[in-house]
């Protein structure tokens, strides 16, 4: 008989209640939204401020610190457990949920502000997450063994960051975008909080209180989903000072086109990729210096370059036979290759037959083929991180050297020698390290100003004798001028960008920073 109740006791302790089961599902949401809101104060500053590593490494610091701040302060709270639960759980959804879209319309209309409001914000949602767990636990308490309760809350906790560090970049960023991410996971939040309002209903000691607080933030995260595009248009619209013709945000990074008086405009995370205005003179002094004097270049591949321009500027060769692009984006080849208005710029350039898309990471395409080419075009935009600037190292050209044809040329986009001096003269450096001959040249374009380039290869560079009709902006006579360098441009020391030690990256935040300021 003794042995009978003892049995029944260990089922009822073995047994968890619905409210313990509710609690630990709570937990799961708690955790993954928390991780959204981390990843997506992230992502905004690396967009905004640039360099992934370093935004990405404040920002888990600061929310970090911020749940130690909150679990050390959970011991303040000793009555009420539910209600106070309650109450965290709205303000997270509403301070969380609303992060991406407030920092998006800061960055537009208050700049200065941005940086402060971006940790701040993180501060607040970090120690209200580190508040939650602490409580959910001590609910939890009365009905499960502390053994049990720490294994099955840090279980589920772990769970949903893992549900939310797979589904931020392959589902939520591709096809929700940053802000309608924000407040979906505001509303899971308020969801848990009207869930524990009727979990704990007979414990509440204002009811109707908290129902009115709960239906409150639902209907403002609701709303501001209804509003996520207009938010998204208020804030870019101001930001870039002309209409916005096409955006898409990718896992790697958002994409704006705007069209005003001088044509379209395209910018990467902010940043200016071309005008149409002047956007020949850029490419044209990108592709034909190296093209013309190959001679009879067959075989082009372009890194980079995913709106075309490139692509449109080798087709005038009669001798190429085929072009491969690698682009890391789709978004950015489906969009310059489908959208009529935008494959007009480039002249269809994607859609000919000799034209090849790899959508890969230049890196390791160059890594895992051996095919060689006579040119190769690198156009990758400016080393603004360390994911950038791993591009702009001797390791990826000494990959470059191994992919070109014996008698075969690179040409390097290589950011301002007038603005970015050091970082110009690094990028030659680095290209010489690994034995290439490096023949610098810069040419202006008035959306960026003066802007340089590295033809680079085995055999010596020389003036090509002709070069396709046709061309707006190069032409023989004024051909020389661009490897002219004044004073101002002229070579200075530098080291040699390396992987395990990008230089290159800090000296050109640091000379295009003080431009900013």
């Known amino acids: 008989m003794t042995h009978n109740i003892q049995a029944a006791g260990a089922d009822a302790v073995a047994a968890p209640r619905p409210i313990a089961v509710a609690l630990l599902a709570s937990v799961f949401v708690i955790a993954a939204c928390g991780l959204l809101y981390e990843l997506a104060a992230g992502a905004l500053a690396s967009y905004l401020l640039g360099d992934s590593v370093l935004q990405f490494s404040t920002i888990i610091g600061t929310y970090l ?10 011991r303040y709270l000793e009555r009420q457990l539910p209600a106070h639960f309650l109450r965290i759980e709205l303000l997270v959804a509403l301070v969380g949920g609303a992060l991406p879209g407030v920092l998006f319309l800061a960055n537009a209309w208050l700049p200065d502000a941005f940086r402060l409001l971006l940790y701040g914000m993180v501060f607040v949602v970090g120690a209200l997450v580190g508040l939650e767990i602490p409580l959910v636990m001590r609910i939890l308490q009365r009905d499960v063994a502390l053994k049990t309760l720490v294994s099955q809350v840090l279980t589920f906790d772990y769970l949903g960051a893992l549900a939310v560090s797979l589904a ?11 802000i309608r991410s924000g407040l979906l996971f505001g509303l899971m939040n308020a969801a848990v909080a009207l869930w524990a309002l009727w979990l704990f209903r007979h414990e509440l000691r204002r009811f109707n209180e908290h129902a009115a607080a709960c239906a409150m933030v639902v209907l403002l995260l609701a709303a501001g989903m209804w509003g996520a595009d207009r938010i998204t248009t208020l804030a870019e619209d101001h930001f870039y000072q002309s209409p916005i013709a096409f955006a898409a945000t990718s896992p790697y990074q958002r994409i704006v086109i705007t069209h005003g008086r001088q044509g379209y405009r395209l910018y990467l995370n902010g940043n200016l990729q071309f005008a149409q205005s002047d956007e020949y003179r850029y490419h044209e002094a990108l592709v034909h210096p190296a093209m ?6 067959k075989k082009v591949a372009v890194l980079g370059g995913g709106d075309g321009m490139a692509v449109r500027e080798i087709l005038r060769y009669p001798s190429v036979e085929s072009v491969t692009l690698v682009e890391l984006d789709p978004a950015m080849t489906r969009l310059f290759g489908q959208t009529p208005q935008l494959a007009r710029l480039n002249g269809q350039s994607l859609a000919d037959p000799r034209v090849r898309v790899v959508n890969e990471d230049a890196f390791q395409w160059l890594q895992q083929g051996t095919d060689t080419f006579d040119v190769i075009v690198v156009d990758f935009p400016d080393p603004t991180n360390f994911a950038i600037g791993k591009l702009y190292t001797n390791s990826f050209y000494a990959l470059l050297d191994r992919r070109l044809a014996a008698s075969g040329y690179a040409v390097v986009q290589t950011t301002s020698p007038l603005i970015a001096r050091h970082s110009f003269w690094t990028v030659v450096q680095t290209v010489e390290s690994v034995g290439l001959a490096a023949v610098p040249y810069h040419v ?7 802007w340089g380039f590295i033809i680079a290869g085995r055999r010596p560079w020389r003036m090509p004798a002709a070069l396709p009709a046709g061309l707006r902006f190069l032409d023989l006579p004024s051909l020389p001028l661009l490897f002219d360098f004044p004073r101002d441009m002229a070579r200075v020391p530098a080291e040699v ?3 395990s030690n990008q230089v290159l990256v800090r000296s050109y935040e640091q000379e295009w920073g003080r431009v900013a300021h």
């Open 65 to 74: 610190f911020a749940m130690g701040v909150g679990s050390w302060l959970s």
């Open 168 to 178: 931020f970049p392959l589902l939520l960023v591709p096809y929700l975008g940053l």
């Open 292 to 297: 013309a004097a190959h001679g009879a270049p």
């Open 444 to 450: 202006h374009v008035p959306s960026f100003g003066e």
């Open 497 to 499: 960008n390396r992987l």
